[in-house]
């Protein structure tokens, strides 16, 4: 399974922890370090998410405002090779991030959370459980 992790630029040291932790388990992460200088970023994007089955969404402070975010959880949301894979993961202490700042379609799926990341090794854990419970 190839997994798309969807994050702010400032959320990249996060995003390369939890992709470690999937490679670890056995699964393919695309991230941008693929781009290669000269190569259009846009269409590599594109590539990445045509080619990936699964998508983790990191919802922090700095990401939900994101157009990026919006445009890649739109695609995920709409590609029948997403369905069951879109894991949003809200990144801050409960009740810190106001629920109004979540999109609304985010709301409704099945949410993991990491309020601490000195611990987040459960969190990723348990993203990792998701996705092998949905391949």
């Known amino acids: 399974m190839q997994v798309f992790i969807s994050h ?3 959320d990249a040291q996060l995003a390369n922890r939890l992709a470690k932790t999937l490679r670890e388990s056995g699964m393919e992460v695309w991230d941008d370090t693929q781009i290669l200088p000269g190569d259009n970023w846009g269409v590599k994007l ?3 998410l045509q080619e990936s089955d699964a998508m983790v969404v990191l919802l922090t402070p700095n990401s939900v405002n994101s157009p990026n975010l919006n445009f890649e959880t739109g695609y995920a949301l709409g ?3 997403y369905k069951g894979r879109l894991i949003p993961v809200i990144v ?8 109004e ?3 609304w379609v985010l709301r409704r799926l099945n949410m993991v959370y990491l309020p601490d990341l000195e611990k987040d090794e459960e969190g990723f854990k348990k993203i990792t459980q998701m996705l092998k419970e949905a391949a």
Not at 92 to 99: V, Y
Request: avoid cysteine; proline fraction near 15%; aromatic fraction near 0%.
């Open 79 to 81: 590609d029948q090779n």
């Open 46 to 48: 594109g590539e990445a």
């Open 8 to 10: 702010a630029n400032s």
């Open 101 to 103: 700042a979540i999109p």
């Open 92 to 99: 801050a202490p409960r009740g810190t991030m106001p629920n």
